[in-house]
């Protein structure tokens, strides 16, 4: 068609759906809108802003009808990156004072037991998720190596994401 005759019709403009865009295009998207939501967070001084900044506008756009996702080997990369952070802050000071913690260490194991045998039955009960999917789900903490290996294993990793997330935020 001609410039004359494409100017004579309605516009026409193509909508681009994240479904159709390249993994790399889609990862960018969620990186960028995560750091979006830190930077907003740190600038209204809220805290955490890293982690509930981006968890925030990431599920905003989620719940709007955003599939969000990013490749795998990003993934892989930031739990390596998470790994050497947390590991890097043991140090030996830390291992000695463990003999001394554990009271607290064995209360917190019971309070998680009985957190993931009360988390599972609730999912049980009222959600549609699969086995599989609820014992990711209810394992208390790991939000990050959870949903890896919820993806590993064929669970839903989006709910199970997002379970962790509003344990997090609430």
């Known amino acids: 068609a001609t410039q004359k005759e494409r100017s004579k019709g309605p516009i026409r403009i ?7 865009l390249p993994m790399p295009v889609k990862g ?4 960028l809108l995560g750091a979006g939501g830190a930077l907003v967070f740190m600038v209204l001084d809220l805290p955490l802003p890293w982690m509930l900044g981006s968890m925030t506008l990431c599920a905003i756009a989620s719940l709007s009808g955003a599939r969000l996702a990013l490749p795998a080997t990003w993934r892989s990369l930031a739990l390596a990156a998470l790994g050497v952070l947390l590991g890097g802050s043991f140090t030996a000071e830390t291992l000695q004072a463990l003999p001394n913690w554990w009271q607290t260490i064995s209360l917190m194991l019971l309070l998680s037991v009985l957190y993931l045998i009360f988390s599972n039955f609730v999912l049980a009960r009222w959600s549609a998720m699969s086995r599989l999917t609820r014992m990711f789900s ?4 790991g939000l990050a190596i959870l949903s890896a290996l919820s993806e590993l294993y064929d669970a839903d990793t989006r709910r199970t994401a997002l379970n962790h997330s509003a344990r997090l935020i609430s």
């Open 14 to 20: 193509d909508v681009v759906y994240m479904s159709d």
């Open 28 to 31: 960018l998207f969620a990186v």
């Open 138 to 141: 209810a394992v208390p903490g």
